[in-house]
């Protein structure tokens, strides 16, 4: 079992940035990849960011966000982190930190360990 918790979202102008954390404690050795997702209001959830965590530590971005937003994760800490610049009012979500033991980098189904969600709200 592997409890995820994500900080640092908040309000922000459009154009600032945010940086996301999230901290896995628990079972922390099973899981291997450490993605990212949002969720508007009326919306799907929607895929953000992914990272490996163990092997090559590839990196893998939605085009909504690529080259604004870095994903990290820090193995000795068990901590991951989502880096937000160049923020955009359609980035307003919640976003959600997610763990997997296997599977497809950018489908939700395939994460086996959730957090709770921080909430990014950017204005204009």
């Known amino acids: 079992q592997v409890q995820l918790l994500e900080s640092g979202g908040g309000l922000v102008q459009a154009g600032g940035s945010l940086r996301l954390s999230c901290a896995a404690s628990g079972q922390t050795s099973v899981y291997t990849n450490m993605g990212w997702f949002r969720q508007a209001p009326g919306k799907e959830r929607e895929y953000v960011a992914a990272i490996s965590r163990w092997s090559s530590g590839i990196t893998e971005y939605s085009d909504s966000v690529q080259g604004r937003f870095t994903i990290s994760h820090d193995n000795e800490k068990n901590m991951g982190y989502l880096q937000m610049n160049s923020l955009k009012p359609e980035d307003t979500a919640v976003y959600y930190c997610?763990?997997?033991?296997?599977?497809?980098?950018?489908?939700?189904?395939?994460?086996?360990?959730w957090g709770q969600g921080t909430q990014v709200t950017v204005f204009s």
């Open positions: 997610a763990a997997s033991i296997v599977g497809t980098w950018n489908a939700p189904a395939s994460y086996d360990f």
